[in-house]
């Protein structure tokens, strides 16, 4: 049975804390694939040059910093979140990359999101719908912040529907990411992960729950076998 979800400052102070190691463990547990489906999320985001662009639960700024040298010089993005530590590491990182010019870097509620509607024109979130402690309402919020015509890609864990793949999955997340994490000290926080990908909607879930949001079409592609997957919308 799927564990209740935890509260919003439960969430915030996890990432809050895992903020020093997280793109180390990011690298080494994904074997260095992360930034592979990060790149396929902007991909299919549709960013150009130019654009004006958002991705929202930033984190250390992994996806935002991909969608940056997307837009170019001429474009901008702001990376928002809601974990300060993880906004600190990414404003480094843009600074060391020298992005800072083209990015900002904002604490902001992924629920109710600071941006008048209508204003980006692609966006992009990373590892951040399944944390949501309402997944509908933070589609709506990407949708009204989109303008027209626009794309949001979202990157998250998924369940596979093959129960080998699935096996793999568990097996991989308890016997090797909590190990590996508990040497960091952050059993609890990575334990968080299993829990958390089985309360998540499937991906054709995930594609009815964005159109019920308002976006005008949307699709799930799977990854890893279907243990990840990008959400790909249309308002």
């Known amino acids: 049975m799927a564990q209740?979800?935890?509260?919003?400052?439960?969430?915030?102070?996890?990432?809050?804390?895992?903020?020093?190691?997280?793109?180390?463990?990011?690298?080494?547990?994904?074997?260095?694939?992360?930034?592979?489906?990060?790149?396929?999320?902007?991909?299919?985001?549709?960013?150009?040059?130019?654009?004006?662009?958002?991705?929202?639960?930033?984190?250390?700024?992994?996806?935002?910093?991909?969608?940056?040298?997307?837009?170019?010089?001429?474009?901008?993005?702001?990376?928002?979140?809601?974990?300060?530590?993880?906004?600190?590491?990414?404003?480094?990182?843009?600074?060391?990359?020298?992005?800072?010019?083209?990015?900002?870097?904002?604490?902001?509620?992924a629920l109710q999101l600071p941006f008048e509607t209508a204003r980006f024109d692609v966006l992009t979130m990373g590892y951040g719908l399944r944390n949501l402690i309402d997944i509908p309402q933070g589609l709506r919020e990407l949708h009204r912040v989109l303008k027209p015509g626009a794309r949001a890609a979202v990157l998250d864990f998924h369940q596979p529907s093959s129960d080998l793949v699935k096996q793999f999955q568990r097996w991989y997340l308890n016997r090797i990411v909590v190990p590996t994490a508990e040497r960091y000290g952050l059993t609890t926080e990575y334990a968080y992960i299993g829990p958390s990908v089985e309360r998540f909607p499937k991906g054709r879930e995930q594609a009815a729950l964005a159109r019920a949001a308002g976006f005008s079409n949307a699709v799930h592609y799977a990854l890893a076998g279907g243990m990840m997957g990008v959400l790909v919308a249309e308002k």
Request: charged share 20%.
């Open 4 to 109: 209740a979800t935890p509260d919003a400052s439960y969430i915030r102070d996890l990432f809050d804390r895992i903020a020093p190691v997280y793109d180390d463990l990011n690298q080494s547990l994904s074997l260095g694939l992360h930034t592979i489906w990060k790149q396929m999320a902007v991909d299919w985001s549709g960013a150009k040059v130019g654009m004006t662009g958002l991705d929202v639960c930033c984190g250390s700024g992994d996806l935002a910093l991909l969608l940056a040298r997307r837009v170019g010089h001429q474009g901008c993005v702001i990376g928002a979140d809601f974990a300060v530590e993880q906004l600190a590491i990414a404003a480094q990182r843009a600074a060391t990359r020298g992005y800072t010019a083209r990015t900002q870097w904002v604490e902001a509620d």
